[in-house]
């Protein structure tokens, strides 16, 4: 079996129509994005999330980037605590004005209290959300996401799980 591609990166200059110009792919500081989030919880279980991430525009409604995790975890009861770090890419595409679609590969690893040890634990997250701009180049973001290889060792007390953070553009 046999395949061919072509990169078409030249296009023919107003000037000159046969002359041809390569097209700009020089990296585009206003198209990065800072966001990310931050979370507490306190009682039985003691959780402290932070979580920022960078991003990409490619274009209006592609993006990509990688984002980074620590958590503090903490169960009382079971005289249980590990600090949470690790990370992982993810892609974004605006389907429609405000709302997205989102996949993300996560690598956590934690100290387990059963089994004990350190572990990596590997999520693939797919769902979707929702943005609203709040001024300029800074959006609220809301997402529900479902972890395809969820198993007894994540993190994450449920599945699904809901995010929610800030997004700003340099």
């Known amino acids: 079996t046999a395949c061919l591609a072509q990169d078409d990166d ?9 002359k041809p110009v ?3 792919s020089r990296f585009d500081w206003k198209k990065v994005y800072l966001g990310g989030g931050l979370g507490l919880q ?6 402290v999330d932070i979580s920022p991430t960078i991003g990409y525009r490619f274009n209006e409604n592609l993006s990509a980037g990688l984002g980074l995790t620590y958590l503090y975890y903490e169960i009382s ?3 249980y605590q590990t600090n949470v770090y690790g990370g992982g890419p993810f892609v974004r ?6 709302l997205f679609a989102h ?3 996560q690598i956590l690893n934690a100290e387990y209290y059963y089994p004990p040890g350190r572990q990596d634990v590997h999520y693939f997250w797919v ?3 929702f943005r609203r701009q709040l001024g ?19 993190i994450y007390p449920t599945n699904p799980i809901l995010r929610v953070g800030v997004v700003v553009g340099l």
């Open 10 to 18: 030249y296009r023919t200059s107003p000037d000159s129509a046969t």
């Open 22 to 24: 390569k097209k700009s």
């Open 42 to 47: 306190f009682g039985y279980t003691t959780v």
């Open 77 to 79: 009861s079971l005289d």
């Open 93 to 98: 595409y605006v389907f429609a004005r405000n």
């Open 103 to 105: 996949v993300e590969y």
């Open 127 to 129: 769902g979707g959300g």
């Open 136 to 154: 300029g180049n800074a959006y609220l973001v809301l997402m529900g996401l479902y972890d395809l290889n969820y198993s007894d060792l994540s």
